[in-house]
Each structure stands twice: as structure tokens, then as C-alpha cells.
């Protein structure tokens, strides 16, 4: 076999298992995708149900019930959509009405959201100091806003 020949054939060879390796790593990554949507995204592209995605948004007032000793029923909205979720298992400490909230499961063939984890979000008081520095050389830093400095200590 000539000198060239070889080189292709190593060339081709090399090609197909750098493609092989590409292939098992892209389907690999796939098939732990969780995309984010919010309730209004939810609305609009109606997933298929046991399609697995997160929703996040605002735990919407007055709609927190508990149907059992571990199954509680709860609304996410983002102020445009709603969407009905339930969840089997312990809350987060920080879950209540009001606060954000960020679920993971798929939609079940009635439309309602059942979540496989919930984990609800910090208040808003606590910020980055990147973000806050960033609020500051724009101008848009007011004290006294969340994330803020902390007011001055009282002294006698």
C-alpha cells in the first residue's frame, strides 16, 4: 500500500471515529436537557405531556392547598399565565405565597404541571455585589433598596 493511500484511510478513519465521539456526547448532553419555560411559554407552545422542563414564577396568592399529608396543590404564574402544579414530597422551607419558585416535572394529560422537585427562591433582599456595583455606576442604585448598604447603626 503507497504512502498517500495510508494517509487517507488513517484520515478517514480518524474522521468517522471523531464523528462517532461527537455523536455520543451530543445525545449524551440531550437527554439531560431540562429547559426552562414560564407559564405564558407553557401557554403558548403546549408541550407534550411527560416532556420534562422546569417552570418558574410566583407562587400565586390564596392557591396553596394541601389535598393529603405530602401532596400539595399550588398556582405559578408569571402576572399573564397561570398554571396549576402539584407536587408530591416536603417543600422548601422558603416556599409561600408571594414568592418565587422554580418547579421540575412535566405535564400530565389533563394540563396540570406535576413536579418531581421544587425549590423556591430567596427573597429579593440579598444581591450580588456585581449586580449592585453595576446599579451604581448606572445610576439606578437607590438606598436602601434591596441588596443595599445596611442603614447606619444607631449610637448614643
Not at 78 to 104: I, W
Not at 141 to 150: D, L
Request: charged share 20%.
Amino acid at each position: 500500500m503507497k504512502p498517500k493511500r495510508k494517509r487517507l484511510y488513517l484520515l478517514l478513519f480518524s474522521m468517522a471515529a471523531l464523528g462517532l465521539a461527537a455523536f455520543l456526547v451530543l445525545r449524551a448532553l440531550s437527554s439531560n436537557l431540562v429547559f426552562f419555560m414560564s407559564p405564558t411559554m407553557v401557554a403558548d407552545q403546549k408541550p407534550a405531556a411527560d416532556q420534562q422542563f422546569r417552570i418558574g414564577g410566583l407562587v400565586q396568592q390564596g392557591s396553596v392547598q394541601k389535598l393529603d399529608g405530602e401532596t400539595t396543590r399550588f398556582v405559578v404564574t408569571d402576572g399573564k399565565a397561570s398554571l396549576s402544579v402539584t407536587y408530591r414530597g416536603v417543600l422548601p422551607d422558603l416556599f409561600r405565597e408571594g414568592q418565587g419558585v422554580v418547579a421540575q416535572g412535566a405535564l400530565d394529560s389533563s394540563g396540570v404541571f406535576v413536579a418531581s422537585q421544587v425549590l423556591a427562591k430567596h427573597d429579593e433582599n440579598y444581591m450580588p455585589p456585581e449586580v449592585a456595583e453595576a446599579l451604581k455606576k448606572s445610576g439606578h442604585w437607590q438606598e436602601g433598596s434591596p441588596g443595599g448598604p445596611p442603614p447606619p447603626a444607631l449610637t448614643k
